[in-house]
């Protein structure tokens, strides 16, 4: 399948689905060795990241937990409709070692927030995993600790990315043909 049509949209293959369990055994293997003999806990950041996050956590060999979060449009009086609110938060994570897992880091706004959201938590240390970052559109100083690849800052659907909520069960990545 080298390329797919989703809603009014068409899309071609960008990175395989064998691709991207290479990718994924090395990035476990680099958390198995990098928290060896710690408790950790990973937490994937929804939807999209529901399905990096559970191929990396079959692959890792730790003591670890998982769980996932969401940022969700507050539901108070805010009329500006931008204020989001974590929600899924467990304290359990407090003073626990995290490692974020994101689906892809764009602008790093989604990063940010949730970073900062975590901190102001007391998680003892916070490390980031994503899928795919696109370098040219993140500008933040908050390092991306393990990243499965790098991609040009086009629109890319499939394997947990959606495009209007379609896409996310392609076993590959596919990127926008314009
Ligand atoms: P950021 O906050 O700009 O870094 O964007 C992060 C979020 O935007 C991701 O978690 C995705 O949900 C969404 N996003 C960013 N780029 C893409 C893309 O190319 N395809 C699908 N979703 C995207």
Redesign the pocket.
């Known amino acids: 399948m080298n390329e797919v049509r989703i809603l009014d949209k068409k899309f071609r293959e960008l990175i395989s689905e064998q691709a991207i369990r290479k990718r994924i055994d090395e990035i476990a293997l680099q958390i198995n060795r990098d928290f060896t003999g710690s408790e950790v806990i990973f937490v994937g950041?929804l939807n999209?990241a529901f399905m990096f996050a559970a191929d990396l956590f079959r692959k890792t060999e730790l003591n670890a937990r998982i769980t996932f979060v969401k940022l969700a449009s507050y539901q108070g009086t805010s009329s500006t409709g931008s204020i989001k609110e974590l929600i899924g938060w467990n304290e359990d994570m407090v003073n626990k070692k995290v490692i974020v897992v994101?689906?892809?880091?764009?602008?790093?706004?989604?990063?940010e927030r949730i970073v900062n959201e975590l901190v102001i938590r007391n998680v003892a240390e916070i490390k980031i995993a994503t899928m795919l970052l696109k370098p040219t559109a993140y500008k933040l100083d908050i390092p991306v600790n393990y990243v499965g690849f790098e991609i040009p800052n086009n629109?890319?659907?499939g394997y947990g990315?959606?495009y209007n909520g379609y896409g996310r069960n392609l076993p590959s990545i596919y990127t926008l043909v314009k």
């Open positions: 950041i999209g994101e689906d892809i880091v764009d602008t790093g706004a989604t990063l629109f890319v659907v990315l959606d």
